[in-house]
Every structure is written in C-alpha cells, then in structure tokens.
C-alpha cells in the first residue's frame, strides 16, 4: 500500500479502532478516489472480504481527495446503515464531522426505519439540528415527521 492513500487522521473523524487499513482498502480507496465518480458500491465492496470495515476505515482515515471518504460514507448510509449506526450516529452529531452528517440526512430514507430513528433523533438534538431538520422534513415517513414537531 501507498503511504500517501492514508495519510494522518484527518481532524474530521474518530480514528477506528483498526491499526492497520483492513484487507482491500487500499483498492477500495483508489476506486472511491476516482475523479469523475466512482462505480457502483457494489463493484467497490466486492474489493474487500470486510466491506463495512474497510469503507469506515476509508471515512474516518483517508484525507486524499477529499471525496473519497463522502463516497464511502454514501456507500455505508445506503447499503449497511445498520452496521455502521453508531458511525453514523456520531456524524451527525459533530460539527467537524458534517459532510459526512449530510449524506447521511440525504440517505437516511433508503435506512431502515429502526435505524433512521435513532439517527434522525441524534441529529435533531445535535449542533447539526439546522441542516438536518430541513432534510428531514422531506423524508415520508411519519415516525420521522412526529420527531420534528
């Protein structure tokens, strides 16, 4: 692997608890990177044996370019929300981690219900409430919509 695919811990994300990039981050952080989009999340998952590990590892350590660790932020909020609640939970709580929160206010309707509660919740109540609250407002569902009021 390139030392420059991971470079220090951006200032925007909570280290994970892996030392080393799991198994296929590397690939998947070349094709995440790509300039003019990158291909499907499943073309990108296939490229690791532990695809949530590896995409989480991707947002909290990849600085390079910069929409590498969107994209996999994408990736994990539309595919393994569920897997990946407590990630998310935290994005959407922190100011240093809002690019990350607005995708996940973007995708938070293609999340299982039981996990875009606690998530819509977190938001809401969190330094973040006034981006999220207008995203929020146009998901159908009425759970979400009783949270808002």
């Not at 608890?17 to 998952?45: F, K, N, V």
């Not at 370019?65 to 539309?78: D, K, M, Y």
Request: overall charge negative; charged content about 20%; glycine content about 4%.
């Amino acid at each position: 692997m390139h030392p420059f695919l991971f470079m220090a811990l951006s200032a925007h994300a909570e280290p994970t608890e892996t030392a080393a990039p799991p198994a296929g981050a590397a690939e998947m952080h070349r094709a995440l990177s790509a300039r003019d989009g990158a291909p499907p999340c499943e073309d990108i998952e296939a490229l690791s044996e532990a695809p949530v590990e590896a995409l989480l590892y991707i947002v909290d350590n990849a600085t390079q370019p910069p929409w590498a660790g969107v994209r996999a932020a994408e990736c994990l909020t539309q595919r393994h929300a569920a897997e990946a609640q407590p990630h998310i939970e935290r994005w959407v709580q922190g100011a240093d981690t809002r690019g990350f929160a607005l995708v996940a206010f973007n995708n938070i309707s293609a999340m299982p219900v039981e996990v875009a509660l606690p998530i819509a919740r977190a938001a809401i109540n969190g330094p973040l409430a006034a981006d999220a609250r207008p995203r929020l407002e146009k998901v159908d569902n009425d759970e979400i919509q009783a949270l808002l009021k």
